[in-house]
DNA sequence: CGGTTAATTGAACGCATTCAACACGAGTGG
DNA sequence: CCACTCGTGTTGAATGCGTTCAATTAACCG
């Protein structure tokens, strides 16, 4: 198959191999602390950036001082990608984490290659449905699906049904739109209907799917 | 220049050239009555098109019938530029169009002339750019500053100070995760303290730009 | 341990929704 | 020309969901 756009293939979140490539041989391995901003909401987009290993956030502050996370990145996950010639988020290490990054002076002397040029396309697409499935939960969702929807996507991308939250409550309130007092509310409330629990503040188990399910809707 | 990604070019929301000239050679011009559908939720992705006139509108179902507006797009703007193999939202005419179609594969059989490459990922990009603005509107900002910050932007894509809404309020409700009845409490409000004015239901000025400049912030 | 941060819980408030009534305009037919 | 209707927009009153502010508890780390 040589197609020049993706326009057809559709895997999960994986970005496709050329561009690993290029990260993988080229790029500079980074190791951020916890907390540490890897690169400014108006900083110059000067490079790429693959998780190795640990979770990484984006997130976006408004004039007065609101907070809106634009999403997590999972080891395999390509970062930075933004249209514009400045950084509308910044990126922040949620854990330490181990991160891939090149410059795009370097994928640009690449290019041409034409399985490059369809990684990067294929990787700005799959940004572009998270962001857009974001909109959904974001404009007509209540606290309850927010909250649910999110952590079936946890469970969904961790195969096991013991599932890890790397992210605060904080973190989870700022991507859903809420605030963090509702969040820690709806997650007990979902205790409570024994949708899920949590073992842990930051590990949770779910007990019923459908229910699940179907608050995610 | 000779850059193969564009990753440093940045300008209105007008699709660069390449696109827009395969369109027009070998798109066929469809004309569109007003509300009719002209891809389906769930439908193939098979289709780019361009607004050549009127207005369109990408909105997006749950299941239990709540409605998400995506975007509405003018003259000139490329849509149905979707990740997926099937289209998360449908589009519909919002007024009578005429559009632009082109079957995918013929720009796929024109794949590898770089102008083309980078014009497809010039507009997903620019997508990208309006869906992320699009959640920060919907997460982090109250009815008030939506109306404003939606009534800025028709403002500022029209320079005449004498804007035209081609939407009506429901679709300016979903779009900004509202209610219709809110939408419509806000426009008078906003009437009331002398930030527009609406002499006719579908037509505004904007009396004063700082004020609603800070609401929209 | 104590000290600190993160998370939970409670109570009161407020913004947006809901449900219902009303206004307005456009089109139709008497 | 008016009466009628239908779609769309506005307005009102009551409700409720999520927020806010404050206090408490739980987890983490020296």
Redesign the pocket.
């Known amino acids: 198959m040589t197609l020049a756009y993706s326009l057809d293939s559709h895997d999960a979140a994986v970005p496709s191999q050329a561009l690993v490539e290029v990260l993988d041989r080229l790029g500079s391995r980074l190791n951020v602390a916890k907390d540490t901003e890897i690169y400014a909401q108006e900083d110059e987009v000067e490079f790429l950036y693959r998780v190795a290993d640990g979770v990484v956030r984006t997130t976006r502050l408004t004039c007065d001082g609101r907070r809106q996370v634009g999403d997590f990145y999972y080891p395999g996950d390509l970062f930075g990608l933004e249209p514009g010639p400045d950084h509308q988020f910044s990126a922040e290490a949620l854990t330490d984490c181990k991160v891939l990054v090149v410059r795009r002076s370097v994928v640009r002397a690449l290019a041409g290659e034409r399985e490059l040029d369809r990684a990067v396309l294929e990787a700005t697409r799959r940004e572009l449905q998270r962001v857009q499935d974001h909109v959904l939960l974001l404009g007509r969702?209540?606290?309850?699906?927010?909250v649910a929807g999110f952590l079936m996507s946890l469970a969904h991308q961790q195969h096991d049904n013991n599932v890890q939250?790397p992210?605060?409550?904080?973190?989870m309130?700022d991507y859903l739109?809420?605030?963090?007092?509702?969040?820690?509310?709806?997650?007990?409330?979902l205790q409570g209907d024994a949708i899920v629990e949590?073992p842990?503040?930051?590990r949770f188990r779910v007990t019923r799917w459908e229910a699940l399910e179907d608050l995610a809707a």
Request: overall charge positive; glycine content about 6%.
């Open positions: 969702k209540s606290a309850r699906e927010k939250l992210m605060g409550r904080q973190d309130a739109g809420l605030t963090i007092e509702t969040v820690s509310r709806t997650l007990t409330r949590f842990e503040l930051r």
